[in-house]
């Protein structure tokens, strides 16, 4: 994999609208405020890319734009970062744009730079790892950098810090605390903590034991399902295959899987479907392991669990479940593609290998 460079103090970063335009739309203003700030505080420079703080309505129907400014950030050697707004779910829409522009793909391999977000930007973490390049499965702008409360929730903040540093490896550890959803991101919730609960599961073998080691690759499960079966729109599954963007059975079998409910808060069934079809497929008996993370709100928390234990119950496949990435608060930093291990027996994470180019 193409690695990055970590960040200093008067790097660049870049900020892109690649799904909904919620950036620009005015009832987001205090939140931009609030991030930018925040990221000039870490010693960042922010650039909004031209296109990202556009209304919903042309974000929404130019595609070619968001792609746009993903490509003239990646072709910018001064920025050094990029980071997601928000998810959303048409972002696959920017593939076909980069995957057919060779300017685009060079940039990528000779200006390797952080990408990180979350949700619907499973589609560019995919896209980017079928060009080679870390990404990274992290915060992104309006719901952690543009925390709300006077400061970013402190594990949050504490794995975003990792991109400042030069560190052989880190571990992926339980959360003490976890916070509900906010019911409003207004102006007038500005200050105000979040709802702070207990962890009290920590992470939980649900399937397996012993110790795997493989390459990280994941994100969304609602959005993987997509890239294979074009459930949401029509033409998404077959753009997936026409850039061979998914792993073969054979990459699947040098992976551990990463993978996570998102905000809709599908029901039981619908995930038994969705995980009944990487069964089917023999995607789940191919990875080496399987890391699940904290449903959102810990709705459907034991029903989940339930369906993950009745899914891998004929197999042999260890899984990991109630990790702090995703869409759940707080959330951590996965790297798409760098060597990982998981030790079923005493649940603990690790990133193997530095993240970043020395």
């Excluded at 997936?240 to 029901?267: A, G, Q, V």
């Excluded at 496949?317 to 930093?333: D, E, I, K, Q, S």
Aim: aromatic share 12%; glycine share 6%; charged share 30%.
């Amino acid at each position: 994999m193409i690695k990055p460079r970590k960040l200093k103090k008067g790097d660049k970063i870049a900020i892109v609208s690649l799904s909904q335009g919620l950036l620009g739309m005015p009832f987001c203003k205090h939140e931009v405020d609030i991030a930018l700030k925040r990221l000039e505080e870490f010693g960042l420079v922010p650039v909004i890319m031209p296109n990202a703080m556009k209304d919903m309505d042309y974000i929404k129907e130019h595609p070619e734009a968001r792609a746009s400014d993903l490509k003239e950030a990646f072709m910018d050697k001064d920025i050094k970062a990029v980071i997601s707004a928000i998810g959303g779910n048409d972002t696959y829409k920017l593939i076909p744009y980069l995957m057919e522009d060779e300017e685009f793909k060079t940039a990528v391999g000779n200006n390797p730079k952080i990408f990180t977000g979350y949700s619907d930007t499973t589609n560019n973490h995919l896209m980017f790892h079928k060009l080679g390049l870390t990404t990274f499965y992290g915060p992104c702008l309006l719901v952690d950098i543009a925390e709300l409360d006077k400061e970013m929730l402190p594990y949050t903040k504490s794995y975003f810090e990792k991109f400042f540093k030069d560190e052989d490896g880190y571990e992926i550890i339980s959360s003490p605390v976890w916070y509900l959803d906010r019911e409003s991101y207004g102006v007038e919730e500005v200050g105000k903590p979040r709802k702070e609960m207990k962890e009290k599961h920590g992470f939980e073998v649900i399937n397996g034991r012993g110790k795997v080691t493989g390459n990280l690759y994941g994100g969304c499960l609602e959005i993987i399902y997509n890239a294979y079966v074009g459930e949401r729109f029509g033409d998404e599954a077959e753009i997936y295959k026409k850039y061979d963007i998914l792993p073969t059975l054979d990459e699947w079998k040098e992976k551990i899987l990463f993978i996570e409910p998102s905000d809709e808060r599908n029901k039981p069934e619908k995930i038994e479907t969705m995980l009944n079809y990487f069964k089917d497929n023999k995607i789940l008996e191919s990875v080496k392991g399987v890391i699940v993370g904290k449903p959102i709100d810990e709705e459907y928390y034991e029903e989940y669990k339930a369906v993950y234990k009745k899914v891998f119950s004929n197999l042999d496949t260890p899984v990991l479940y109630n990790v702090n990435f995703g869409h759940a608060y707080p959330r951590c930093v996965i790297p798409y593609g760098l060597k990982a291990t998981v030790d079923y027996d005493n649940k603990k994470i690790t990133v193997d290998e530095p993240i970043f180019e020395k």
